[in-house]
Nanobody, 125 residues
Framework: QLQLVESGGGLVQPGGSLRLSCAASGFTVDYYALGWFRQAPGKEREGVACIISSGSRTKYADSVKGRFTISRDNAKAMVYLQMSSLKPEDTAVYHC??????????????????WGKGTLVTVSS
């Protein structure tokens, strides 16, 4: 059974950093692009970042470009999101997702069809 389990969320002050992790199981991650979405209260879901199956290319939403970095370790079936210079508007539930393809599409997150339950990130002083 395909499963994605996120961890690493929490409370962080503005300007701080946080690293999210996602453990994938039930499928061979090597063949698929992986990504992160977020959803803030009262807002639509937003694709944040995507990384192709080999890990050699990434895509980011404009709102996080230069601050967030997505990476993956296929041997461990893990995907990560390193978040820096966090802002209060980054507060959201962050979900890991897998694609039905090996590449990333535009907009970020298009084609992602399986989601984890998410981990809450709160940026507040």
């Amino acid at each position: 059974q395909l499963q994605l389990v996120e961890s690493g969320g929490g409370l962080v002050q503005p300007g701080g950093s946080l690293r999210l992790s996602c453990a994938a199981s039930g499928f061979t991650v090597d063949y698929y692009a992986l990504g992160w979405f977020r959803q803030a209260p009262g807002k639509e879901r937003e694709g944040v970042a995507c990384i192709i199956s080999s890990g050699s290319r990434t895509k980011y939403a404009d709102s996080v470009k230069g601050r967030f970095t997505i990476s993956r370790d296929n041997a461990k079936a893990m995907v990560y999101l390193q978040m820096s210079s966090l802002k209060p508007e980054d507060t959201a539930v962050y979900h890991c997702a897998s694609s039905n393809a090996s590449v990333c599409y535009d907009p970020v997150g298009y084609g992602m069809d399986y989601w984890g339950k998410g981990t809450l990130v709160t940026v507040s002083s």
